[in-house]
C-alpha cells in the first residue's frame, strides 16, 4: 500500500535551518504530485511547496518563497523541503502529501490522495 514517511523534523531557533525528507513506498513519484503542508492547532492546514505532476513545476506559499526549496528524487522515491532563514511562524506540523494533481492544484489538500503522518517543526529561541 502507499506509504509517506517524514523525517528530519526538529527544535531550530529563528534563522536556522532544517531539511524534512519525505520517502514514499506502494506508488512511484514519476507520475505524481507531492508537497508539503504545516498545520497548528486551531488553524487551516495550508500548502507550503509542491511539485506538479504535469510538467514538475514548482510552487511555494508566499510565506515561505525565498527561503524554502522542494526538491524530489525519483531514483530514491524521496522528496525533501529545505527550510533556510525560519521564522517562529513557520512552526507546525508538517505533512507530507502525494497525489494526481496537475499544475498548481498541487497546492490544495483536496488534491492529494496519500498522507504522511506528520512531523513537528518548531522555530524558537
Known amino acids: 500500500q502507499a506509504q509517506l514517511v517524514e523525517s528530519g523534523g526538529g527544535l531550530v531557533q529563528p534563522g536556522g535551518s532544517l531539511r524534512l525528507s519525505c520517502a514514499a513506498s506502494?506508488?512511484?513519484?514519476?507520475?505524481?504530485?507531492i508537497g508539503w503542508f504545516r498545520q497548528v492547532p486551531g488553524k487551516e492546514r495550508e500548502g507550503v511547496s509542491c511539485i506538479s505532476s504535469s510538467d514538475g513545476s514548482r510552487y511555494y506559499a508566499n510565506s515561505v518563497k525565498g527561503r524554502f526549496t522542494i526538491s524530489r528524487d525519483n531514483a530514491k522515491d524521496t522528496v525533501y523541503l529545505q527550510m533556510n532563514r525560519l521564522r517562529p511562524e513557520d512552526t507546525g506540523v508538517y505533512y507530507c502529501?502525494?497525489?494526481?494533481?496537475?499544475?498548481?492544484?498541487?497546492?490544495?489538500?483536496?488534491?492529494?490522495?496519500?498522507w504522511g503522518k506528520g512531523i513537528l517543526v518548531t522555530v524558537s529561541s
Open positions: 502529501a502525494a497525489g494526481r494533481a496537475s499544475g498548481s492544484y498541487c497546492r490544495n489538500s483536496y488534491a492529494m490522495d496519500y
Open positions: 506502494g506508488f512511484s513519484l514519476d507520475y505524481s504530485a
